[in-house]
């Protein structure tokens, strides 16, 4: 029994799993083997190449591209026009589908409009990474990215707010008032 939707003119190869309540809109193509968690939104346009991982919760915005090699973890957030590459130095004419590397975006990270993300550096959780930023390194948890190549500017926090933190390391997320910690370039959440 079918327990997600999919518009009419979305195309989903055999062997697929997809979770409850995910919706998958048109003209959308989902290719075999790969798995979709519950309550995801595919967006228009969007191409998921076999073996993909989504989590719950993952947010597809139009056009996206997301090529075998990807794992999305839960909450992850995928802007509008945003792709992943799996190989570093494609050619038409070598085929190379023994190197395809693996990219991660770990739980709550939010990837751009137009963003780029080269194969083989994993987004940390809650990271942001800046519209049309090229991602080309590791993205720390909470680190807020942009730019070509991505630089870090900042922290954020899980409610995507920028942290500022204070002469003790600590920050206070304006709407969650959650506390945050910065400790030897790297940031956790106390509360």
Known sequence: MKNFFAHETAVIDADCSIGKDTKIWHFSHIMSNCSIGEKCNIGQNVVIAPQVKLGRNVKVQNNVSIYTGVT????VFLGPSMVFTNIINPRSAILRRDQYQQTIVK?????????????????????????GSVITKEVLPYALVVGNPAKQIGWVSEYGHRLNFDENGEAICPESKDTYQLKNAFVSKIN
Do not use: F, L, P, R
């Open 72 to 75: 999305c973890e839960d909450d």
């Open 107 to 131: 739980k709550g990270a939010s990837i751009g409009a137009n963003a780029t993300i080269i194969c083989g550096n994993n987004i940390g959780e809650y990271a942001m990474v800046g519209a």
